[in-house]
């Protein structure tokens, strides 16, 4: 994308309030992954030191949203859990993009059996439920969050690779294509500067939603155990562990379970304006 | 002649992603009964966003401002329920693609018996009963075939002339026919040209022709107005026009497109059409004219009557002619 | 003067299936035997209403189809012949001008590197220098280098589209409705800049189009195309002023004039009906449905080519008949 076209579409995600919440929360987000051991109130109880003092006490001063079962400061392991989600989020959507991408740019430039077996392979891919086959693998390789983020980039990149493709079969049709290839320009390049910058704002979108989901999916396998492990601070498995004590310690599950809501919510916010932006038949509408 | 309807000091403007789009710039305009009024000019010189301002059917990201008077009313002030009555029925539009107006999963008995049935409070046969006469009204061979056709089994003349019958369905006092033959075949256009035109002696409407095509419009129209870059730069009859030519930019249009009948030499107007975004100040034309004079980058000119047949918007002119 | 290219019953069928469960392939004949030479240096227009195949022939002369029969010369060497891996060299000389400008450029690329992409492949050594020279001879200039396709008008994509063609020196340009999508101001610029740059470097055109007004202008020879098939091909002045076929002569007369004054002179005579499906061509001559001249001749047989005058062929069984 042009600098100033990137300049232009962040000046209007910020007038629009909605893609504004949206970005302030995942900037608060990522300076509160980024400073987690200042942030936090008591960091040692964050990377797991048990307080079993102050077990399960309610907010206070002291203890902004309580403490858990092993009397550990609820606040700071939902800061510490900030760094894991990122991660969790990078990671997964990252390995998906670059598996996916090259993948749908040689199915939709080539066409043909290429096409055919990449497309077919992405269709078993696809006709699991994505979660259940992130947990097939998942249990296949065992617990632990490397393995959780293998396993859910897996059952992740056929999506990016339908997406681009599509692009990809419209884009090589297009008169520029056409005069590359008849002034002797190679596939590749031609891949690489004509097919792949015009397919990839739909991507861009996609990938920016899915973070929001992608930390949602993990959350899910560390709630049933199989993702990241005790006692590190994860908002899936503090849900997961809180789940027990919610009618009588509510904050214990809840503190961390908003901080997945919230951050799934503001993806999804910047991801639907992007898409709003980066659609030239949306575009004019806009400010 | 009597007034039908007459556009005052219309302004338009459009929020876009890009900024404000100062799209018209104070238009004005006056179509009489029974005439054919033709409207050209380049791309986004506002002519066809003229023709929606009159139907009111602009999108929600622009700003109106002036006054259009269609019997006796100002359209602009007309609240949506008013200008339901209006549009359709006293003023019918036609587009360039007729695809785009026709439902393509119903068949044109559906879509055609629908809107009589909607607008005359008729039963569905004598609704399909009118719908065949129309058809034949517009000179559509085998009309029953095409009642029981689909939009993508007609071509593309065959759809036009169904928008055209769907237009005339309720007598309407003002047809505007925008670009309705761009992309049509010339021996197509000629037939739907000629076909209006009829259509027009029988049920005596007055037609709002938008065109970039000056070979169209010297072959349809009555009298003509050219715009540019959201002005109104030139309103005369059509043979004045073409014979004396007075703003620098209809010169310029006449002398760059290329006569069927001998090879002349073209002469290019300079440049290119202004945007929007940021037009240029004073008399818009004025980047592009031959014939710039200080005062022109300054202040806009009026649109001047310098005969009763002639009026022209430029400074070359002064005013009127008698001062 | 000498030959540059020709093509010889050029023929280029489309396979395909009648429905989704029909096993049956039929064949829409785009291009169904087309036979015509160009000397070095001149402008060969290929005029046709939609359908007519003439933009087929162009593409399918490039290569970009591969022809279903027939041959194609190019400086006296058959190119079907050569296997495409080889064709690089060959094709590079042969390059094309696009209808719609903004298509033909990646919307993500510079100005600079649009044009300077295949002049990396030549292995050119200054670039810059390079790209600059061709953007002046199309009328652009430094300040347009690195600006994106977007942000420039379509007058001036179009010259990009131009410059890029230039740096490969081709010697053959099939240009495809170049200024079909371009404002009439600007149509005059781009056919100015076409007329030049081929007295400077000596280029043969195949200029596409439907527009008779600018074919007119731009060609030396004309072609006119129904249904796959030349009609009637000879000199401009052999086309525009002595047209020996029905379809011509109704072609011509269906063109708009730009002068009002002329429409009272003409007498009014519009082409019926319209151009039937290439999917199910009429037998004998493919004009028949609509010609007023067609006798039962027509219907059987197809016409052969007479050459009425020195260069002036027509296909038509009356075409010595018809006054």
């Not at chain 1, 899915?210 to 492990?229: K, N, T, Y």
């Not at chain 2, 925008?178 to 037609?207: C, G, N, R, W």
């Not at chain 2, 980058?297 to 002619?321: D, F, I, M, Q």
């Not at chain 3, 300077?116 to 020279?133: D, M």
């Amino acid at each position: 994308m042009k600098k100033d076209e990137i300049i232009r579409v962040l000046k209007i995600m910020i007038r629009n309030k909605l893609s504004l919440l949206g970005i302030i929360i995942i900037l608060i987000l990522v300076v509160t992954a980024i400073f987690a051991p200042f942030l936090a109130p008591y960091p040692k109880q964050a990377e797991g030191q048990p307080n079993l003092e102050e077990k399960l006490q309610p907010p206070s001063s002291k203890h902004w949203f309580g403490t858990d079962y092993m009397g550990r400061d609820v606040l700071s392991r939902v800061i510490y859990g900030a760094r894991i989600s990122l991660l969790v989020a990078i990671t997964v959507v990252g390995l998906g993009l670059l598996i996916g991408v090259p993948l749908g740019l040689l199915a939709g430039y080539k066409g043909g059996a290429v096409d055919a077996v990449i497309m077919r392979t992405t269709d078993i891919f696809l006709s699991f439920p994505p979660l259940l086959l992130a947990l097939l693998i998942s249990v296949t390789l065992g617990r632990g969050l490397v393995n959780a983020i293998i396993a859910l980039a897996v059952s992740w990149w056929p999506w990016y690779t339908r997406l681009i493709r599509g692009m990809a079969v419209s884009i090589k049709e297009k008169p520029y294509v056409e005069v590359a290839k008849t002034m002797g320009v190679s596939n590749l390049k031609i891949i690489a500067r004509h097919i792949l910058p015009n397919a990839i704002s739909p991507v861009i979108v996609q990938g920016t939603m899915d973070m929001g989901s992608a930390i949602l999916e993990a959350s899910a396998l560390s709630f049933l155990g199989l993702g990241v492990q005790p006692p590190t601070a994860d908002w899936g498995l503090m849900v997961s562990q809180g789940k027990d004590y919610l009618l009588n310690y509510w904050w214990y599950p809840t503190f961390p379970g908003l901080a997945i809501f919230i951050t799934v919510i503001a993806f999804n916010l910047v991801g639907d304006t992007l898409r709003e932006i980066l659609d030239p038949r949306l575009r004019r509408r806009y400010l | 002649m009597k007034e039908l309807l007459s556009i005052q000091d219309l302004h338009l403007n459009f929020r876009t992603f890009w900024g404000m789009a100062y799209v018209l710039d104070g238009v004005n305009l006056t179509i009489y009964e029974d005439e054919v009024f033709g409207l050209v000019g380049e791309t986004g010189c506002g002519k066809s966003v003229t023709s929606m301002s009159i139907l009111k059917l602009l999108p929600s990201n622009a700003e109106v401002s002036g006054k259009i008077i269609f019997e006796g009313k100002n359209l602009l002030e007309l609240s949506e329920k008013e200008m339901k009555k209006i549009r359709g029925r006293k003023i019918s539009m036609v587009f360039q693609d007729p695809m785009s107006s026709l439902n393509p999963l119903f068949k044109i008995k559906a879509q055609m018996s629908d809107v009589i049935k909607l607008h005359h409070n008729i039963s569905k046969e004598e609704a399909l009963k009118k719908a065949k006469e129309l058809l034949k009204a517009v000179n559509l061979p085998d009309p029953d075939r095409i009642l029981e056709s689909y939009p993508h089994q007609l071509s593309g003349g065959m759809r036009q002339r169904v928008m055209i019958a769907l237009a005339l369905s309720f007598n309407p006092s003002l047809l505007i026919a925008d670009e309705p033959t761009t992309a049509l075949d010339v021996t197509i256009q000629k037939q739907i040209l000629d076909l209006i035109l009829e259509l027009k002696e029988q049920y005596h409407f007055s037609v709002l022709l938008i065109t970039h095509d000056l070979g169209v419009v010297a072959e349809t129209c009555d009298r003509v107005g050219v715009m540019y870059a959201g002005n109104m730069v030139e309103i005369a009859d059509v043979e004045e026009l073409f014979e004396n030519p007075m703003h620098p930019y209809t010169q310029g249009l006449l002398s760059a497109i290329p006569d069927p009948r001998y090879k002349k030499p073209l002469k290019p107007l300079r440049g290119n059409v202004p945007s929007l975004l940021d037009p240029p100040k004073g008399c818009r034309f004025h980047p592009r004219c031959d014939f710039m004079m200080p005062v022109c980058k300054n202040k806009k000119p009026p649109l001047v009557e310098y005969s009763k047949t002639h009026y022209v918007a430029c400074h070359l002119y002064g005013g009127n002619k008698n001062e | 003067m000498s030959e540059l290219v020709k093509v010889e019953n050029l023929k280029k069928y489309f396979p395909f299936k009648e429905g989704i469960f029909s096993r049956k392939v039929r064949y829409l004949k785009a291009v169904d035997g087309v036979t015509f030479s160009m000397e070095k240096g001149e402008t060969l227009a290929l005029v046709g209403e939609t359908g007519s195949g003439k933009t087929t022939t162009g593409r399918t002369m490039l290569r970009l189809y591969e022809p279903t029969d027939g041959k194609i010369y190019f400086e006296g060497k058959d190119i079907t012949k050569i296997p495409l891996r080889k064709f690089k060299k060959t094709r590079v000389q042969m390059q094309m001008i696009y209808q719609d400008p903004y298509s033909s450029l990646n919307p993500r690329m510079s100005i600079f590197n649009i044009i300077a992409e295949p002049l990396r492949e030549l292995k050119y050594g200054n670039l810059e220098e390079k790209v600059l020279s061709l953007l002046e001879s199309v009328g652009l200039r430094k300040e347009h280098m690195y600006k994106y396709p977007d942000e420039i008008s379509g007058g001036q994509q179009q010259r990009v589209a131009i410059a890029r063609a230039l740096g490969v020196n081709p010697k053959f340009l099939v240009l495809d409705e170049p200024t079909s999508a371009l404002d009439v101001s600007v149509q005059a610029q781009i056919l100015n800049l076409l007329e030049n740059l081929q007295k400077e470097k000596g280029f043969t055109y195949l200029f596409i189009s439907h527009d008779l007004s600018v074919v007119r202008y731009i060609s030396q020879r004309v072609a006119i195309m129904y249904l796959g098939k030349i009609m009637e091909i000879g000199s401009v002045e052999q086309i525009f002023e002595s047209p020996q076929h029905p379809y011509t002569k109704l072609l011509l007369q269906s063109v708009p004039i730009p002068d009002p004054k002329d429409k009272k002179k003409r007498k009014k005579l519009i082409l019926p009906g319209e151009i039937p499906s290439p999917l199910n061509p009429p037998s004998g001559c493919p004009f028949h449905t609509r010609c007023p001249y067609a006798k039962e001749i027509c219907k059987e047989k197809e016409p052969e080519y007479v050459e009425v005058e020195r260069g002036h062929l027509v296909k038509c069984h009356f075409a010595e008949v018809i006054k």
